[in-house]
């Protein structure tokens, strides 16, 4: 089984090459209004349409769940290599949930989360681990959206 996320980008040159670095891998297709890219790990059929349409949608955030906190900080530190700003939560109490987190944002405003879960903390009171918490948004990017996994 392999998860499909199909995107509208405003410009499917500029995905492509945000999705190269964030992925580590080549587009399997790639045309002048489209994208294709085949993921092995994890198994994912990702696709970009090029039209025009509204930053940020109704999406709130994608994200890449991983086994260990060590693959979060390889997957963050890949990132930066290739020169994608990230954003960490480490030990952050988010959706009754303890986990580590690294995010990037792609061209057109998608939040992507690469996260692992620590620990359940279902006991806490709801003000102390509410569900979709404002996310600190990377340097320069003004945002005050909620985020939950």
């Given at each position: 089984?392999?998860?499909?996320?199909?995107?509208?980008?405003?410009?499917?040159?500029?995905?492509?090459?945000?999705?190269?670095?964030?992925?580590?891998?080549e587009?399997?297709?790639?045309?002048?209004?489209?994208?294709?890219?085949?993921v092995?790990n994890?198994?994912?059929?990702?696709?970009?349409?090029?039209?025009?349409?509204?930053?940020?949608?109704?999406l709130?955030?994608?994200?890449?769940?991983?086994?260990?906190?060590?693959?979060?900080?390889?997957?963050?530190?890949?990132?930066?290599?290739?020169?994608?700003?990230?954003?960490?939560?480490?030990?952050?109490?988010?959706?009754?949930?303890?986990?580590?987190?690294t995010?990037?944002?792609?061209?057109?405003?998608?939040?992507?989360?690469?996260?692992?879960?620590?620990g359940?903390?279902?006991?806490?009171?709801?003000?102390?681990?509410?569900?979709?918490?404002?996310?600190?948004?990377?340097?320069g990017?003004?945002?005050?959206?909620?985020?939950?996994?």
């Amino acid at each position: 089984m392999k998860t499909h996320i199909s995107l509208n980008v405003s410009n499917v040159e500029n995905s492509i090459e945000f999705y190269k670095k964030m992925l580590g891998v080549e587009p399997l297709k790639a045309k002048a209004d489209y994208a294709k890219f085949d993921v092995a790990n994890p198994p994912l059929n990702l696709t970009m349409n090029q039209v025009n349409f509204e930053r940020g949608g109704s999406l709130s955030h994608l994200g890449l769940q991983v086994e260990t906190t060590e693959e979060v900080l390889e997957m963050g530190k890949r990132w930066q290599e290739n020169g994608l700003i990230t954003l960490d939560e480490m030990k952050t109490d988010c959706c009754y949930a303890l986990q580590d987190k690294t995010w990037v944002e792609d061209p057109d405003g998608n939040r992507w989360e690469v996260f692992v879960v620590l620990g359940d903390t279902t006991e806490k009171d709801i003000a102390e681990s509410a569900c979709c918490a404002t996310v600190a948004a990377p340097i320069g990017i003004q945002r005050n959206t909620k985020s939950c996994s």
